[in-house]
C-alpha cells in the first residue's frame, strides 16, 4: 500500500511534467517485486502556497513515501533511491530533492470501488 506524496513549490506544474513523473514513479512501483500489485500503488502531488529554503534555486519537491510495517530496511532504502532518482530525472533543475520515509500505522482505514 504505498502512497508516495510529492509537495513542490508552486510553479513546478507550470514547468514540468508532474503527471509524467507520477506515472513514473507509479510504474517503478507497480511492478516491483515488494509491491503487493498495481492497485495498491498511489501517487500525487501538492503544491505549497509558500515556502523558503537555503538553497538555490529557490525551489524544491518532497516526496513522503508512506509504507504499511513490515518491510526491511535494505528495502525501505531502495524504494526510497527510486523516488530520489526519478525525482531527480524529472526535475533536474530543482534546487531541493528530499525524500522521507514513514509508515502506514493500524488501523488504517480505505473504501475503493
Known amino acids: 500500500m504505498p502512497h508516495i506524496i510529492i509537495e513542490h513549490s508552486r510553479g513546478l506544474e507550470e514547468s514540468h511534467d508532474l503527471q509524467a513523473l507520477c506515472d513514473a514513479l507509479w510504474e517503478a512501483f507497480a511492478h516491483h517485486p ?3 500489485g498495481p492497485d495498491t500503488v498511489r501517487t500525487r502531488t501538492i503544491a505549497a502556497n509558500a515556502s523558503r529554503i537555503g538553497v538555490e534555486p529557490q525551489s524544491f519537491a518532497h516526496a513522503t513515501l508512506l509504507l ?5 530496511e535494505e528495502t525501505r532504502a531502495e ?4 523516488i530520489l532518482d526519478t525525482l531527480d530525472a524529472h526535475l533536474p533543475d530543482v534546487g ?3 525524500v522521507r520515509l514513514d509508515a502506514i500505522e493500524q ?3 480505505k473504501r475503493m470501488l
Not at 68 to 72: C, H, W
Not at 79 to 82: E, G, N, T, W, Y
Open 68 to 72: 504499511m510495517p513490515g518491510r526491511s
Open 34 to 36: 515488494v509491491i503487493n
Open 79 to 82: 524504494l526510497a533511491q527510486i
Open 107 to 109: 488501523p488504517y482505514i
Open 96 to 98: 531541493s530533492l528530499t
